[in-house]
């Protein structure tokens, strides 16, 4: 099946810094989806991205699906963005369901 | 906006008891899905429904049932709990089979004794 990675797995950040967060897949996908866990386990969804570039407040992605990728840009973090950060692609053949990466970690330091 | 709602965020059963999950959706969703999520093995789904009265086994189905009577709400029960059924089990719904986008409930932290 699809693989999807993730990098780095864990990140630890000071307050007011930026940072990116890589995800990796190893099939063309016609979909991509960013969520945030946060510390009591929800997933809120950031971004549902099949390609190019969306902007949401502080945080952005980018897809390039031809060269399967996807960037998540986090800039002047808050202690608030601390939790985990997940890319999944969807399996179109599965009615899509989706497969997730391992996730990074991020902790934001006051 | 999209609300799934899940019936508990904390249980705490007993090894052979009957559990119950209940999920709900509010957007005339197709697609729900039965995930669950532990530490070092990421999420893992378990079962899926296109449609109602419809079901599909995911990746690790054992263990577990689920009922779709109508189009809102997708169950999932565990006939006989173990204690390896401690977990957190999340809920999503996506709107049809060519959108993808899935939206989570809030999760059931279940442990099981």
């Known amino acids: 099946g699809i693989q999807v990675e993730q990098s780095p797995p864990d990140l630890i950040l000071q307050e007011g810094a930026n940072s990116t967060l890589r995800c990796n897949f190893s099939d063309s996908v016609n979909n991509l989806q960013w969520f945030h866990q946060n510390p009591w386990g929800q997933l809120i969804n950031l971004f549902y991205?099949?390609?190019g570039t969306k902007q949401n407040g502080r945080l952005s992605a980018t897809t390039v699906a031809t060269e399967r990728y996807s960037l998540l840009y986090i800039s002047s973090s808050q202690t608030t963005d601390s939790g985990v950060y997940f890319c999944?692609?969807?399996?179109?053949?599965?009615?899509?369901?989706?497969?997730f990466g391992g996730g990074t970690r991020v902790l934001v330091k006051p | 906006d999209v609300k799934v709602t899940q019936s508990s965020r904390y249980l705490v059963k007993r090894t052979g008891e009957k559990v119950f999950l209940e999920c709900v959706q509010d957007?005339?969703?197709?697609?729900m899905f039965w995930y669950r999520q532990d530490p070092g093995l990421g999420l893992r789904l378990i079962y899926f429904?296109?449609?109602?009265?419809?079901?599909e086994k995911g990746d690790i189905p054992e263990g577990y049932s689920v009922s779709r009577e109508k189009k809102e709400r997708f169950s999932l029960i565990l006939e006989s709990a173990s204690t390896n059924q401690t977990s957190m089990y999340l809920c999503a719904s996506s709107r049809d089979r060519g959108t993808g986008e899935l939206f989570f409930g809030e999760g059931s932290r279940l442990t099981v004794l």
């Open positions: 957007m005339d969703h197709e697609n």
């Open positions: 991205i099949p390609s």
């Open positions: 999944a692609v969807p399996i179109k053949a599965a009615g899509n369901k989706l497969t």
């Open positions: 429904s296109y449609d109602v009265k419809m079901k």
